[in-house]
């Protein structure tokens, strides 16, 4: 793979901004903000954009991973220049419009959001709304499709499968998350191949050409197709048919070229965990305790990783459209697991300096960062006791500043017979709270204020 030279370091300075009409709350200019990205932001637009996506991680997952690194160690999001918020509804089924609000959305609506500019009903990738989550709605073209249209190259890169909802959005067009293959088609059964339809996500992602797919997910690649031309064959046997380069591990992603588009899965499943530490347990939790780093397997590369060969491989006189997801920070939210939620943001936030480091030394490039929406852990007082212990699970990590950092999760809670045993955390709940949106580059003023997941379609490029 070809290389690029070697970027300049980006120096953490402290950057003040003083703009009549600007909420110093809503600019949210922080140190290390790139001075060419500052230029070029109020004027032309990107020739690049790079659209990383923290699932899950609102205000207190991104601050919790900050504090366990230490109150003074900047993160590599506290470079960017602008800061804004953006809620996160999705709609109701319905037969037709008005659509009722939905305030607690899950990744395929909010997903769709910004892929597509319009909202819909949970479980649905870039279709809109419809009577029932099993009645399949319109398709919605999104901003990839829109990039390719422009001749751009375009890339999708997450530690999920790379089917799961996030990565999915971009390249296909479904109205159930959880067809993800050509064995999962069973609650799609109109939309397969074989009954005239476009195919589970797999082969959808395939079809949409996209240059370069990273992630995990081998699973469903390896199942075999029901209809069209490739039936009989599997989903990776259909992308190397078609002129894909395939990898399954770290080596094999160093040695792939640009000349032909890039299928790499790392995992049969999610991709391996960065980090682990304690269970969380009810009540005050476990005596504090550092967590354990380093835990990825050397075969799986890092998002880091995935997101640096991405950029070296779109890179093109055309310009590209790539989306990194950092997807474990959610999983390990809902699974009530601190080290792994904090883990996974920063590797996550390595990613993100990736990406600037990038932006950089190519000033057209626009960097946006945001989440999908909140999520449930919280940081609480180390020093609660009798009846103000926590009512959830609670973890207590041993922080890099010497100090404990108190985590608990009660957004969903043991119901008694037919649910999780006693001591068990059951899968924690998303939250409707707004999430942060940082911006650098062309066009990232626009994140300014608060707006809604919907409106980042236009920044986008769509």
């Given at each position: 793979m070809m290389k690029r030279k070697g970027v300049v370091a980006v120096v953490a300075t402290s950057i003040l901004v003083a703009a009549a009409g600007v909420a110093t709350a809503a600019t949210g200019v922080?140190?290390?903000?790139?001075?060419?990205?500052?230029?070029g932001s109020h004027g032309n637009k990107p020739k690049n954009i790079i659209f990383l996506l923290g699932d899950g991680m609102g205000t207190q997952e991104i601050t919790a991973a900050r504090y366990y690194q230490g109150v003074h160690n900047?993160?590599?999001?506290d470079r960017m220049q602008y800061t804004g918020f953006d809620t996160t509804w999705?709609?109701?089924p319905a037969a037709q419009p008005p659509y009722l609000p939905d305030y607690d959305p899950d990744s395929a609506s909010t997903g769709t959001m910004w892929a597509t500019g319009k909202k819909t009903i949970d479980e649905r990738i870039s279709q809109g709304p419809s009577s029932a989550e099993n009645v399949p709605g319109p398709n919605l073209k999104t901003v990839l499709e829109f990039a390719q249209q422009r001749g751009m190259k375009v890339g999708d890169v997450s530690t999920a499968e790379i089917t799961d909802a996030t990565p999915a959005v971009l390249a296909s067009h479904i109205s159930l998350r959880g067809c993800q293959g050509p064995a999962n088609m069973a609650a799609c059964p109109t939309e397969t191949k074989a009954a005239g339809g476009l195919g589970s996500i797999a082969e959808q992602m395939v079809d949409h050409n996209v240059d370069v797919l990273l992630g995990g997910g081998r699973a469903r690649f390896e199942q075999t197709i029901t209809g069209g031309p490739f039936a009989g064959q599997t989903v990776v046997q259909q992308a190397q048919s078609q002129g894909y380069q395939y990898v399954t591990d770290a080596a094999g992603l160093q040695g792939v070229n640009d000349d032909s588009p890039v299928l790499g899965l790392f995992n049969s499943?999610?991709?391996?965990?960065e980090w682990s530490g304690p269970s969380a347990s009810l009540g005050k939790g476990n005596a504090p305790t550092p967590c354990t780093e380093n835990q990825r397997p050397a075969n799986e590369?890092?998002?880091?990783?995935?997101?640096?060969s991405a950029l070296d491989l779109l890179e093109n006189k055309k310009g590209f459209f790539l989306q990194v997801e950092g997807a474990s920070i959610d999983k390990q939210d809902?699974?009530?697991?601190?080290c792994g939620q904090i883990g996974e943001t920063v590797a996550f936030d390595d990613a993100i300096g990736v990406a600037l480091d990038y932006q950089w030394s190519h000033p057209r490039t626009l960097v946006v960062v945001t989440a999908d929406h909140s999520h449930t852990s919280q940081i609480v007082g180390e020093d609660a006791s009798g009846s103000g212990l926590p009512t959830g699970y609670s973890t207590n990590l041993l922080t890099k500043d010497g100090?404990?950092?108190?985590?608990?999760?009660?957004?969903?809670?043991?119901?008694?017979?037919?649910?999780?045993?006693?001591?068990?955390p059951p899968s924690q709940q998303h939250t409707g709270a707004v999430v942060p949106v940082w911006g650098n580059g062309p066009g990232a003023n626009a994140i300014l204020g608060t707006n809604d997941h919907t409106d980042l379609f236009k920044v986008l490029g769509g």
């Open positions: 922080a140190s290390g903000a790139d001075p060419q990205g500052a230029q900047e993160l590599n999001v999705s709609v109701k499943g999610n991709m391996s965990l590369p890092s998002l880091a990783d995935m997101t640096s809902h699974a009530t697991n601190a100090q404990t950092l108190s985590l608990t999760y009660g957004t969903a809670g043991y119901g008694g017979a037919g649910s999780a045993p006693v001591g068990v």
